[in-house]
Every structure is written in C-alpha cells, then in structure tokens.
C-alpha cells in the first residue's frame, strides 16, 4: 500500500525565477505534476501547443483572459482569434477552468493591476524539469533560438510570443 501526500498552505518546492510552487511532479505521481502558479501582472504566455500533454488551469484568485481552441484565421494576435465555430478568448475569474487537450493551440494572459493566483496541472508528469532548466539558461542571457530548442525538447510549440508585459500594448479583450 503506497501513503498519499498532505501539504500544508505554501508548502511545495519554489520553481526558481517562475512564480510557481511545484506541489506533486515526477518524483511523486507517474500522472501529473501540479503547480500554484502566479500570474504576473501584463503577462502573456504567448499562444502555444503541446503534442503530447494535456493541461489544466484552475483560477484561484484574480482574472486571465484565456483561450483553448484552434483558431479559424491565426493571426500575431492570440487575443483577436476565433474558431472556426465562433468562439472567442474568454475571460476567466475565480473558479473558471481551462482544460487543455494535447495538440489544442492555448494561451492565458493577466490583463489586471494585480497578479493571479492558479493551480495548474500538467499531465504527463515532468513539467517541472522544463521550468528548472528555463531558470538555468535566463540566468546566462539565452538567444531565442536556445530557448525555441528547450521549449521543442519539452513539447512546447509556440505559435505567438511569450511576452512578460503586455498591458501597454494590447487592447482590452471584448
């Protein structure tokens, strides 16, 4: 018989220069790694996709706009696109999901003053070996085609820009 695992509040291990709280990762589940994650204020991950994981986000405290569909006409824009049925991004408060199956293009973006808290959920486990060696290379100044070739080795496929502020340069989501 295998014990579980109780954490107390803030507990997990820190995920350097992220702003998220490893809770369970490989070393514990052969299913998932899951994070308390937050969201910087202006941050935008950039629309992106993964082969193989499959991902979820739960909103804890605080407003993303949130996209998880292929878009009808992709453009620079994440924020701008439809799908082909006509849904658009959304914007989630607490207590909104976002499931993510693998191969669906996704995005989250904090358009607030205020950072927002998350739980997010990865599935295959490992996750965290991609944000520990993210760490490592921001602290060498990394060219992109170095990151483009760590985030392709972790089945991350961007389709729009990771950028780290974005609240003076896009308009507010209808």
Not at 37 to 63: C, K, N, R, S, T
Not at 88 to 100: D, E, I
């Amino acid at each position: 018989m295998t014990d579980g695992l109780i954490l107390a509040p803030g507990a997990g291990r820190a995920v350097r220069n992220s702003g998220m709280t490893l809770k369970i990762g490989e070393g514990t589940s052969t299913t998932w790694s899951i994070f308390e994650a937050v969201v910087p204020a202006g941050f935008d991950v950039g629309a992106h996709l993964h082969h193989q994981a499959e991902e979820f986000f739960y909103i804890l405290e605080g407003e993303l706009d949130l996209l998880a569909f292929q878009p009808h006409t992709p453009s620079p824009d994440w924020l701008t696109w439809t799908s082909a049925d006509g849904a658009r991004v959304t914007r989630g408060g607490p207590g909104s999901c976002m499931h993510v199956p693998a191969r669906c293009p996704h995005a989250f973006h904090n358009p607030g003053p205020a950072p927002v808290r998350m739980l997010f959920q990865v599935s295959p486990p490992g996750h965290e070996h991609y944000l520990d060696e993210l760490a490592d290379l921001l602290t060498t100044s990394p060219s992109p085609e170095t990151i483009a070739e760590l985030r392709t080795r972790h089945d991350i496929h961007q389709l729009t820009p990771l950028i780290p502020d974005r609240r003076q340069s896009r308009p507010p989501v209808q």
